[in-house]
């Protein structure tokens, strides 16, 4: 599998941003996806994730902020990220399981600024 985030970048708290992340080499549609962010220090953490059936889970910190999504026709998964604060500054990662493994993509920087 290939994973490719982007659409990171700097913003201001209370800002927002939509990151999405292209996947290849897979049979898209079949496999849950998720998002993931680590900030500097700190472990990676699990912040949403959506299973190929479309049902969604949410990391506490991120409740009734973020939407996650996913386009099984473009082979794509989508963070909507709204309401941003501080402690959302991070890398943050696409990942699915596949063959046994959590496979990661590039990861892409959000920079929340107070």
């Known amino acids: 599998v290939q994973l490719q985030a982007s659409g990171g970048g700097l913003v201001q708290a209370g800002g927002h941003l939509r990151l999405s992340c292209s996947a290849s080499?897979?049979?898209?549609?079949?496999?849950?996806m998720a998002w993931y962010r680590q900030a500097p220090g700190k472990e990676r953490e699990l912040v949403a994730s959506i299973t190929s059936g479309g049902e969604t889970t949410y990391a506490d910190p991120v409740k009734g902020r973020f939407i996650i999504s996913r386009d099984n026709f473009g082979d794509a998964v989508y963070l909507e990220m709204h309401n941003l604060r501080p402690e959302d500054t991070a890398v943050y990662y696409c990942s699915t399981f596949e063959r046994g493994l959590r496979r990661w993509g590039q990861g892409t920087q959000v920079t929340v600024s107070s």
């Open positions: 080499r897979i049979i898209f549609r079949a496999y849950d």
